[in-house]
């Protein structure tokens, strides 16, 4: 019989990396906590319409990407391609924001996109995803820059850079728009077959484009920042100034444009060189006219998400951190033992102590070589001897130092 696979972008998270996830999922946990984020829980599942309206037609994401069926009943159905369009959704429908204080929330989870598969692109992907509703002031967008940032450094990854950018309002963005679809009609011959289509349909998506002749050809084209409203303006200048007065490092950079069309105002990545092709980490921006898009009342939101695997992809080359080890590995060493050396491990572990062994009785030589690819840190043996005296040999694996414990001196350890 053929043996069967794990479905293509989908993939196991192994024992030896779990670890690292929940490293990664407790930095989440704690940040949260210290900004005063609460959890919040979306399905899996929503309707496509959701996604579809939430995200825009126009978009890669709706195109091309999505996971969508049919379900038993005949309701159209999507695996979500991320977090922010159920946020709202369930922020709409549960009536979350009280008027006048903003609601501070963050969803960890799976995410589908049916993209090609490459390093740091995956079609099963998990985001940290963190989201503010109800509150207009630049100082949520550097909020949750800074929170982005100091999850990044305290986890180790201190070479990310983060870009800014402003993609205007309603207001001001349509008059560059004009311009840039004015400038790129010009030099239609120059762009490449996706970026023709993105002519008409979403011309803004050509400056992000990673083509060098779709580069040139917006080079010398209007420049976004350049078209901001007064207000605008005023808004990119208080994120801009909080964060210089943090000392926080950031890039301008006008071209930063983003795959989503709920976006206004406030945009922003964070970009790791240790990631090669796929180097964004986190995404996000501030997306004012989503929840009225989305049926409901006038509510400002702001956010990011971050991509756990590429994070995790980058931690793994900077080696700032090691798998938890065992405290204790019992090395049961005859057939008497077994029996006592169980006990004593259900007694250490009530303790919580993290203690390894395995049931079945083996060479001293065999033991240590266990307990040393484990990297416990000390190794308590029972072998004749002990159980005789009803003792255990304790060995400290790092200062090689040996003694002997009474079995029932639990509190020594
Ligand atoms: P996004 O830029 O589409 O934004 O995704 C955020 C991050 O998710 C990316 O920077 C990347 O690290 C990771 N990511 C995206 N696609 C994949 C993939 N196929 N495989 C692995 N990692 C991936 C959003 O999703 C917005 N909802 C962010 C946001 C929240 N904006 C406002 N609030």
């Known amino acids: 019989m053929t043996t069967i696979t794990a479905v293509r ?8 990396e779990s670890w690292i996830w929940r490293l990664v999922e407790d930095k989440a946990r704690d940040l949260a906590r210290r900004f005063d984020y609460q ?30 069926l049919e379900d038993r009943g005949g309701d159209k159905i999507t695996l979500r391609p991320e977090a922010t369009a159920g946020l709202v959704r369930a922020v709409i429908e549960r009536n979350l924001v009280e008027s006048g204080r903003p609601l501070r929330l963050f969803c960890l989870g799976p995410m589908f996109r049916y993209e090609r598969p490459q390093k740091g692109r995956q079609r099963q992907f998990h985001q940290l995803d963190v989201e503010v509703f109800g509150d207009p002031s630049p100082y949520i967008d550097a909020e949750v820059i800074v929170l982005l940032r100091d999850f990044l450094f305290e ?3 201190n070479d990310v850079v983060m870009r800014l950018n402003s993609l205007g309002c309603p207001k001001c963005r349509p008059t560059f728009r004009e311009k840039l679809t004015a400038h790129l009609g010009a030099r239609k011959s120059e762009l490449c077959p996706d970026c023709l289509r993105r002519l008409d349909r979403n011309p803004l998506r050509v400056l992000d484009c990673k083509a ?8 010398d084209g209007p420049i976004l920042t350049d078209f901001l409203c007064p207000e605008c303006q005023e808004h990119m200048t208080g994120v801009t100034t909080t964060l210089k007065d943090l000392g926080l490092d950031y890039v301008l950079d006008p071209r930063l444009v983003r795959g989503l069309d709920y976006y206004a105002r ?5 970009h790791s060189s240790l990631l090669g092709a796929q180097s ?3 995404g996000g921006g501030r997306y004012d006219g989503l929840c009225q898009s989305l049926g409901g009342p006038d509510i400002p939101g702001v956010g990011f998400a971050a991509g ?13 951190a090691t798998a938890p080890k065992p405290d204790y590995y019992l090395a049961v060493l005859t057939q008497e033992a077994l029996g006592p050396a169980f006990g004593l491990a259900y007694k250490l572990r009530s303790k919580g102590l993290a203690v390894a062994a395995d049931w079945a009785a083996g060479s001293l030589k065999s033991r240590l070589k266990r307990a040393d690819r484990l990297g416990a840190a000390k190794v308590v043996m029972l072998g004749p001897d002990e159980l005789a005296a009803n003792e255990v040999t304790v060995r400290d694996l790092g200062s090689k130092e040996q003694f002997k414990i009474s079995l029932t001196n639990i509190e020594w350890f």
């Open 212 to 219: 060098e002749a779709c580069q040139a050809v917006t080079a």
């Open 39 to 68: 959890e919040l829980r979306v399905p899996i599942l929503e309707r496509t319409e959701l996604f579809a309206r939430g995200l825009g037609e126009a978009t890669d994401i709706v195109e091309k990407e999505m996971y969508t």
């Open 280 to 282: 964004a980490v986190a």
């Open 155 to 157: 986890l180790g990854l």
């Open 308 to 320: 756990l695997e590429r994070l995790i992809l980058a931690l793994s080359q900077t080696q700032t």
């Open 9 to 16: 972008g989908f993939k196991d998270i192994l024992p030896s």
């Open 266 to 270: 406030t945009t922003f990545e964070a």
